[in-house]
């Protein structure tokens, strides 16, 4: 059994501050505007928040660039807001998780700036640097997520810097202790204001082998990924940072890590180990799409209880696991998974909350799923703001596509979706700025918006309220925090069912993935009905009806 954690029955609330509330009318969100929000957050009983990134930034990657670790952008406020906004949040029981993007920096950090200005600069180390091949190419073969090359030359020393993913984010180079102390620095200052801990951007790719080998795997992901992912260097750095940082504070860490398998899963998130408290993997967002060659998959749910299964199975009581459908990379959830159709919307939205509120691990909602945010119609390239957006794009037209099939798997795709602003009212601009929004509104906020879900009894923020209260619970709290995992119908390709149990708790979960009507057997006897998405009461389990996106949770103890 693992010890118990007070992060173990919280579930986190995921801020992108650029499109969440802006609050002096420049068409950006700020942190003086999620301290205006506070109150929907408390209120949906969400208590910690994973801030994406307010630090100084040229924006390049919306702060996924960061040029100063100790200064919040000033397009997004000031030190003093960012230390209102942890304690306005701590009045309400909500700690801040900031995001770490530690794998690089802006290629505007003065670190960087010092780097490249000459081969023998104190701080030249502290990115990777490195000759040409003897015919000038590249020093090895490895691609990045947002161009071509994970190479790129520096015309006057005449080498390549490394940059896994836009050439603006160069990767730090982790084997020199100066920047592994000079990053430990960083963590204690933020800790030191009192926040709640970090997401650790792609953490898992900090440790790079020395001898930069030649990627052998072409087809499965951005190339090079074999040599620089979950690899021991990255294992021995984050209990270097458990060490030197975090084992002096009590916090929780998630670690993004995409190519990690539940082995991998249970390396960093096993108490005994000392690295982060649980990790982001994404076997379940490749489960219909081929990301690295832009490619569409149908979505298969007997495929997609396998994974969640096996993450659920493989890291119960040796690890811990995160939950999410979605982040601001991802599409919205609804849209995604579920139906974003008007007669659908909301009921398989609450069908989706609950399959993940009620499995093991933490769950995160991210900004807007409360509320069944959908996704946007995209109809040319100049209207997408991400870099990742019009780099697939060109990959895709470099394929032999049209530029009609580029935007048809951007529509399906793309991180914009999660980005457009979020939707508080009807009124202008969906009561997101008084300005001109950064990036154009979807504009279905007279079906979508938070002030009408917040007044509706039955909308989807209730219905998520409901699932989050559940958690923290006397009555079925242990058994949905703790409680042991069991599929149900593995082959069952139209409904994902499951139990938990703990202390002779057994929770049902029932979940109807299509738009049909059907019925289904299962043993036991209903006790209580918890949570139903429709208002009807479901009799015997030995036949029972499901009507389209039914969710149930049943007590059958
Ligand atoms: O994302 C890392 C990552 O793997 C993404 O590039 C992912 O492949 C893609 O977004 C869609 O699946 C993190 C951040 O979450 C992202 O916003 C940043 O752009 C990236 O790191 C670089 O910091
Ligand atoms: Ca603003």
Redesign the pocket.
């Known amino acids: 059994a693992i010890t118990k954690r007070w992060w173990h029955n919280c579930v986190v609330y995921q801020i992108y501050p650029r499109s969440f509330n802006d609050s002096n009318g420049d068409g950006l969100g700020d942190i003086q505007g999620i301290i205006n929000k506070l109150d929907h957050i408390q209120a949906l009983g969400a208590n910690i928040i994973w801030l994406s990134p307010v630090n100084q930034s040229p924006m390049d990657?919306n702060g996924?660039d960061i040029s100063d670790y100790y200064k919040i952008a000033p397009e997004y406020g000031t030190m003093d807001d960012m230390e209102l906004l942890i304690v306005e949040a701590k009045k309400r029981d909500i700690k801040i998780l900031m995001d770490l993007?530690v794998n690089h920096t802006s290629d505007e950090h003065p670190w960087f700036v010092e780097s490249k200005s000459s081969l023998d600069n104190p701080k030249r180390d502290w990115y990777i640097w490195k000759d040409p091949k003897p015919d000038g190419s590249e020093p090895n073969n490895w691609e990045s997520?947002f161009t071509p090359k994970a190479w790129e030359l520096d015309a006057a020393s005449k080498q390549y810097y490394l940059h896994l993913?836009s050439k603006k984010?160069p990767d730090l180079n982790w084997a020199n202790p100066e920047v592994r102390a000079a990053i430990h620095d960083v963590l204690h200052f933020w800790l030191k204001k009192g926040i709640g801990g970090f997401r650790m951007?792609?953490i898992n790719m900090i440790g790079k082998p020395s001898d930069f080998p030649d990627a052998t795997i072409f087809d499965e992901g951005v190339a090079g990924w074999e040599h620089w992912a979950n690899n021991l260097l990255c294992h021995q750095y984050l209990r270097e940072i458990d060490e030197k940082v975090l084992s002096h504070y009590d916090v929780m860490t998630v670690a993004?890590t995409?190519f990690t398998t539940t082995l991998d899963g249970r390396y960093y998130s096993h108490p005994d180990r000392h690295e982060v408290s649980m990790i982001f993997h994404f076997e379940h967002?490749s489960i219909d799409r081929e990301?690295h060659n832009a490619v569409r998959k149908p979505f298969d749910l007997v495929e997609y209880k396998e994974i969640m299964t096996r993450w659920q199975n493989d890291l119960y009581q040796k690890g811990w696991n995160s939950l999410y459908w979605s982040n601001?990379?991802?599409p919205r959830t609804v849209s995604r998974f579920g139906s974003d159709c008007k007669e659908y919307r909301s009921i398989s939205a609450k069908m989706l909350g609950t399959l993940t509120h009620m499995m093991s691990g933490t769950p995160y909602v991210y900004q807007g799923e409360e509320i069944g945010m959908t996704n946007k119609i995209f109809t040319d390239i100049s209207q997408f703001n991400d870099l990742?957006a019009k780099f697939h794009y060109q990959k895709i037209l470099a394929s032999g596509r049209s530029a009609q099939q580029a935007i048809d798997f951007l529509n399906y795709f793309s991180?914009d979706h999660a980005r457009l602003p979020m939707q508080w009212d009807n009124g202008i601009n969906a009561g997101f700025t008084t300005g001109t929004p950064w990036l154009a509104l979807n504009n279905n906020q007279a079906v979508v918006n938070a002030q009408a879900e917040r007044e509706d009894e039955n909308s989807i923020f209730h219905y998520y309220r409901k699932l989050i209260a559940l958690r923290k619970s006397a009555l079925y709290g242990e058994v949905i925090t703790y409680g042991q995992y069991q599929l149900l119908d593995q082959d069952d390709a139209d409904v994902y069912a499951y139990q938990r149990s703990y202390n002779g708790k057994t929770l049902l979960i029932i979940c109807n993935f299509t738009q049909q009507s059907l019925t289904r057997h299962y043993n036991g006897e209903i006790k209580q009905l918890i949570l139903n998405n429709y208002q009807n009461n479901p009799r015997a389990l030995s036949s029972l009806s499901l009507a389209p996106y039914q969710a149930l949770i049943l007590d059958i103890s």
Do not use: L, T
Request: charged share 35%.
């Open positions: 990657d996924y993007v997520f993913f984010q951007d792609v993004e995409p967002m990301e601001h990379d991802q990742m991180r």
